[in-house]
């Protein structure tokens, strides 16, 4: 009897223990996206974001503003100047070798008829004297491409750099057409993100009527309606997934910080693309949702609930897609180029005499 009264107790924890590891209960009681997705501010975002872009007081306060200094600044852009393209490029400190990289391709490219730039976005390492800050300071004097911000810089805070970076260009480069957000460790073809941009713009320009379109836009649970937004482009390789409440998961998220079953569509964060209003129309809108720890989840949050519908595009890799001469022809962004030399060579074939 005791035997048996044993296998019970040792059935019963490990029950317990799957229930309480793979987080059963997360899962049972989670909300259901489709029904109830009110993440907050449970208000029409859209309406708000109208009026601060007209310059008309609001009534609702913002509840997302991070309270971080830009310590360093560059006159690569301004508010004057038109740009194709401007390069977001986030970076860690010590990636000194990306960087350089960077500058040897794709940051220094010139296309005719094209103007682009790129800057480099830091965060800090908490030690303002150490050799590390030291060597950023030498290397923010000889080529003046960095925008330092004082935080605090780990895979965590990567929706704070993201969001301060889309908070620099809004105030201080809001000119370009279009914004390339990336990491410093994706192969980028300019020429054909450039081609793809354009493309678009000339269908939709092609496909634009006389008349005014409205179109039925869901944000924060409230149904309003909008103009037909062709040129809020937020595109880059789309997600449709759960969160993971798996308590051994890196990427775990409690009910506490995350209540729904599902992800809005969201956009890999390695690298996407935004146009001018889509960039201006999501930083003002994240002004007043509430913080999310993953940057990619966070961006797409804040598209679901101002009506930004994120576009897939296939040549968006957030994989290390095989190289090939031939397979690279169409490819814009690929990750996992750690690797300077080989990126330098990917490159170089791929630009070289095109």
Known sequence: MKRRNYKYFVCACVLVYIYYFFGVSDYLFSKNFEDDFDYPLNVDIRSIVSDVMLGKKVSVTPINYYPYRFLTNSGKCSTIEKLDLFIVVKSAMDHFGHRDAIRQTYGQQILPGRTVKTLFFLGIDGKPKSDLQKRIDQEMAEFKDIIQIDFRDHYYNNTIKTMMSFRWVYEHCSTSDFYLFTDDDMYISVR???????????????????????????????????????????????????????????????????????????????????????????????????????????????????????????????????????????????????????????????????
């Open 192 to 354: 054909n993100l450039l081609d793809y941009v354009h493309e678009r713009d000339d269908a939709s320009q092609a496909d634009a009527k006389p008349s005014k379109e409205t179109n039925e836009v869901e944000t924060s649970g409230v149904t309003t309606t909008a103009d037909l937004n062709k040129d809020e482009l937020f595109a880059g390789y789309v997600f449709k997934s759960a969160p993971q409440r798996f308590r051994s998961s890196k990427w775990r998220v409690s009910l506490d910080e995350y209540r729904w079953n599902k992800w809005p569509a969201y956009v890999t964060a390695g690298a996407y693309v935004l146009s001018n209003k889509a960039m201006k129309v999501m930083y003002v809108a994240s002004l007043f949702v509430k913080h999310f720890r993953f940057d990619d989840i966070y961006l797409g949050i804040v598209a679901k609930k101002v009506g930004v519908t994120p576009t897939h595009c296939p040549n968006f890799y957030f994989y290390k897609k095989a190289y090939s001469k031939r397979d690279y022809k169409d490819v814009i962004a690929s990750h996992g180029y750690g690797n300077h030399e080989e990126f330098i060579r990917v490159w170089n074939e791929q630009n070289t005499g095109v």
